[in-house]
């Protein structure tokens, strides 16, 4: 019985180790410059003005092309028309046949800050991209997720 309880012991103190070095190991949400958001929907409010402001040090903001906080149909510089981003975070991860691989909300957003805004992406982990992933999501209510697994 005492072997028993000694692995029992040690997989308690294992988990409880990994749980407590999770919680060690996020950053700081504040990392970004941006102050971290106490409630969800002030992180969607925040998330929706740096939508709106931010250009990440290029030449335009993301509601440049995605109009009314990306709510209607958007436009490119060229004049393409965009869909609007209601619902959009329902449709991530999803598979980029251009680029060969599984994309998220994420590096979606790299994507778009880095090509079509010129400027640099905020870190992954960052509260600047907490925000605007949660503004998405909040675009993204009543959605079905998983529409993009057959």
């Given at each position: 019985?005492?072997?028993?309880?000694?692995?029992?012991?040690?997989?308690?103190?294992?988990?409880?180790?990994?749980?407590?070095?999770?919680?060690?190991?996020?950053?700081?949400?504040?990392?970004?410059?941006?102050?971290?958001?106490?409630?969800?929907a002030q992180a969607a409010l925040q998330g929706q003005?740096?939508?709106?402001?931010?250009?990440?040090?290029?030449?335009?903001?993301?509601?440049?092309?995605?109009?009314?906080?990306?709510?209607?149909?958007?436009?490119?510089?060229?004049?393409?028309?965009?869909?609007?981003?209601?619902?959009?975070?329902?449709?991530?991860?999803?598979?980029?046949?251009?680029?060969?691989?599984?994309?998220?909300?994420?590096?979606?957003?790299?994507?778009?800050?880095?090509?079509?805004?010129?400027?640099?992406?905020?870190?992954?982990?960052?509260?600047?991209?907490?925000?605007?992933?949660?503004y998405l999501t909040k675009l993204s209510k009543g959605?079905?997720?998983?529409?993009?697994?057959?």
């Amino acid at each position: 019985m005492k072997p028993v309880m000694s692995r029992l012991m040690k997989l308690a103190l294992g988990a409880i180790s990994v749980a407590a070095l999770g919680t060690i190991a996020l950053p700081p949400a504040h990392a970004a410059g941006v102050p971290p958001a106490h409630s969800l929907a002030q992180a969607a409010l925040q998330g929706q003005h740096i939508f709106n402001h931010d250009k990440f040090g290029g030449v335009r903001t993301c509601s440049a092309c995605h109009v009314n906080g990306g709510t209607t149909i958007g436009h490119l510089p060229n004049g393409t028309k965009i869909p609007s981003l209601m619902g959009v975070a329902a449709e991530f991860p999803r598979y980029n046949p251009a680029a060969h691989r599984v994309v998220t909300l994420g590096q979606q957003l790299d994507h778009c800050i880095t090509g079509g805004l010129q400027g640099k992406p905020p870190a992954a982990n960052s509260a600047q991209m907490t925000d605007l992933v949660t503004y998405l999501t909040k675009l993204s209510k009543g959605s079905i997720m998983g529409k993009q697994f057959k």
